[in-house]
């Protein structure tokens, strides 16, 4: 088992619609939770971080965690084609050390 | 913000020559850098972690002694890919982050497209 894992995708949405990205993790120990887009030929950008269970909203994006299901989920409302990309889940252990998972990739189609 | 500079952003060797990539913090102390790679499609794999002043912290598989990895001061660390061949070539990401954000997501170089010919 990863300890992080993704569905790979390609998730499909239309323009304007609701983006759900899922992310699942194994350690329980783990305290801070990422999200990253990457724009292909590009590097991963910081868009979300989470530390607490429940929802963080920034915009058209929602964070969500449940520590106890050991899940983080990434919400892009309003999906626009420009978010056309690879999200990647992150999860800290120790020392400040990331735990990637392997992406999903995202289409808006106008 | 945070932010970290990479360079060069892309580089065509010759097989058999060295390549070093730069990779600095701009606005804050980098006390830990990492250092990824990253094939087309495929998702990101750590091939190093350096701490300032210390030896790097190589994942298994990566050879120490073909990327020689420097974290001279708290602003720079470098990879040098040394006697590059063709399967060398790669996109190679650094990330940084600074004392007292271990908890905080990491700051990203722009990349460095490696080809090897």
Request: net charge neutral; glycine share 8%.
């Given at each position: 088992?990863?300890?992080?894992?993704q569905?790979?995708?390609p998730?499909?949405?239309?323009?304007g619609?609701i983006?759900?990205l899922?992310?699942?993790y194994s350690?329980?120990?783990s305290?801070?939770?990422?999200?990253?887009?990457?724009?292909?030929g590009?590097?991963p950008?910081l868009?979300?971080?989470?530390?607490?269970n429940?929802?963080?909203?920034d915009?058209?994006?929602t964070?969500?965690l449940n520590?106890?299901s050991q899940?983080?989920?990434?919400l892009i409302?309003?999906?626009?084609?420009?978010?056309?990309?690879?999200?990647l889940?992150?999860v800290?252990r120790?020392a400040?050390?990331s735990?990637?998972?392997?992406g999903?990739?995202l289409?808006v189609?106008? | 913000?945070?932010?970290?500079s990479?360079?060069?952003s892309?580089v065509?060797?010759k097989?058999?020559?060295?390549v070093k990539i730069?990779?600095?913090?701009?606005?804050?102390q980098?006390?830990?850098?990492?250092?990824?790679?990253?094939f087309?499609?495929?998702?990101?794999?750590?091939?190093?972690?350096?701490?300032?002043?210390s030896?790097?912290?190589?994942?298994q598989?990566?050879?120490?002694d073909?990327f020689?990895?420097n974290?001279a001061s708290?602003?720079?660390?470098?990879l040098?890919?040394?006697?590059?061949?063709?399967?060398?070539?790669?996109?190679y990401i650094?990330s940084?982050?600074?004392?007292?954000t271990?908890n905080?997501?990491?700051?990203?170089?722009?990349?460095?497209?490696l080809t090897?010919?």
């Amino acid at each position: 088992q990863k300890e992080v894992e993704q569905n790979s995708g390609p998730l499909s949405v239309p323009e304007g619609a609701i983006a759900s990205l899922n992310c699942t993790y194994s350690d329980r120990g783990s305290q801070s939770f990422f999200w990253y887009r990457q724009y292909s030929g590009k590097s991963p950008e910081l868009i979300m971080s989470i530390y607490s269970n429940g929802d963080k909203e920034d915009g058209r994006f929602t964070a969500q965690l449940n520590k106890a299901s050991q899940y983080v989920s990434l919400l892009i409302r309003d999906s626009q084609p420009s978010d056309s990309a690879t999200y990647l889940c992150a999860v800290n252990r120790a020392a400040g050390k990331s735990t990637f998972g392997d992406g999903t990739t995202l289409t808006v189609k106008p | 913000g945070a932010v970290v500079s990479q360079h060069p952003s892309r580089v065509i060797c010759k097989s058999g020559t060295s390549v070093k990539i730069e990779c600095r913090s701009l606005d804050f102390q980098a006390t830990t850098m990492f250092w990824y790679r990253q094939f087309p499609k495929q998702s990101l794999m750590l091939m190093a972690t350096s701490n300032e002043g210390s030896k790097a912290t190589y994942e298994q598989g990566v050879e120490k002694d073909k990327f020689l990895i420097n974290h001279a001061s708290l602003t720079l660390s470098t990879l040098t890919v040394t006697s590059a061949h063709p399967e060398d070539s790669s996109f190679y990401i650094c990330s940084a982050i600074g004392s007292g954000t271990d908890n905080y997501g990491y700051t990203f170089g722009s990349g460095t497209r490696l080809t090897v010919v």
